[in-house]
């Protein structure tokens, strides 16, 4: 009978630990719309019910996912000590996991896609930016849960870790990008990436979403490989940037060998850079995705 008592009690305590989690998500969620529409500069309900404003939604899309990504992060784990404690971790992580992503769009913006007003654009309804900067919120959100997950604790070091650690994500995809941006050109005659992205090419935009977010998950592999220590966290982090190069190339070239299986006999270039086949950028997608997947698998 005490047995069953103790049950019963670690049980309630455990919901009631499980609805402030999801009383904070669910908020936090809903917070990210207005936060939306307020960078944006737009009534986030005239952008979605009475302008149709599809490369909107789609950006917001993105941005609530992400944020979803990052509170799985903030709830991995063991509950803490007390209510109370669990309420402040949970919100701590994700109010600052919401500021990352809001940070990391900004670096997308200005430092990866430079070229580009995304947010003009999305007001114009480009689809394909929208694609592309929902991509971006989630390539980061990805490694931002993956640091979360690493840098156990609600201290100072553990928001340190974490911020570094946004650092590196940050810097990997813009890397990936002027990598694909060089790629592009190079298949093109010269053309920019950037001018198609802004052109409305909506199958770019698809298989740039696969390679980032491919690239988000070659880097969350990486991260099995080292042990969260303030003591030596600089050194984790350059040995995590490095290894999460390495990842990147091999899932790279796995994608390219398993592309070149399962598209055989279609020429991608031709396709997808200049006919706008959206469903064979979607399969390019998948492939990328998929093999990311696996890879991050074998790693944990």
């Not at 050109?185 to 920019?192: F, L, P, T, V």
């Amino acid at each position: 009978m005490n047995n069953f008592f103790n049950i019963s009690a670690f049980n309630q305590d455990l919901v009631i630990f499980l609805t402030i989690d999801l009383i904070i998500a669910v908020v936090l969620l809903g917070a990210m719309r207005f936060i939306s529409g307020l960078s944006a500069q737009v009534n986030t309900t005239d952008e979605l019910s009475k302008q149709d404003n599809f490369a909107f939604g789609i950006s917001l899309a993105g941005s609530i996912a992400a944020l979803g990504i990052v509170l799985t992060g903030a709830i991995y784990g063991e509950t803490a000590n007390t209510y109370a404690m669990e309420a402040i971790g949970m919100l701590s992580y994700g109010l600052f996991g919401l500021l990352l992503i809001k940070i990391g769009r900004f670096i997308h913006d200005k430092v990866a896609l430079h070229h580009l007003n995304k947010t003009e654009l999305i007001k114009q309804q480009n689809l394909t930016v929208g694609i592309v900067d929902a991509a971006g919120a989630i390539a980061t959100a990805i490694i931002i849960r993956a640091v979360l997950i690493w840098a156990h604790g609600l201290t100072l070091n553990t928001f340190i870790a974490i911020a570094a650690g946004f650092v590196v994500s940050q810097a990997m995809l813009v890397l990936v990008t002027r990598l694909k941006e060089r790629n592009y050109s190079r298949n093109n005659q010269g053309d920019s990436l950037q001018h198609a992205f802004e052109q409305g090419q909506v199958a770019l935009a698809i298989r740039y979403a696969g390679q980032v977010i491919s690239t988000a998950l070659a880097v969350t592999a990486a991260s099995y490989f080292f042990v969260y220590s303030p003591e030596t966290l600089l050194e984790n982090l350059v040995a995590w940037l490095v290894f999460g190069l390495f990842m990147t190339l091999l899932v790279a070239i796995l994608t390219t060998i398993a592309k070149r299986i399962v598209l055989l006999g279609i020429n991608l270039i031709e396709e997808v850079d200049q006919q706008d086949n959206i469903g064979v950028a979607s399969i390019e997608m998948a492939i990328s995705i998929s093999i990311a997947l696996i890879m991050t698998a074998l790693m944990a």
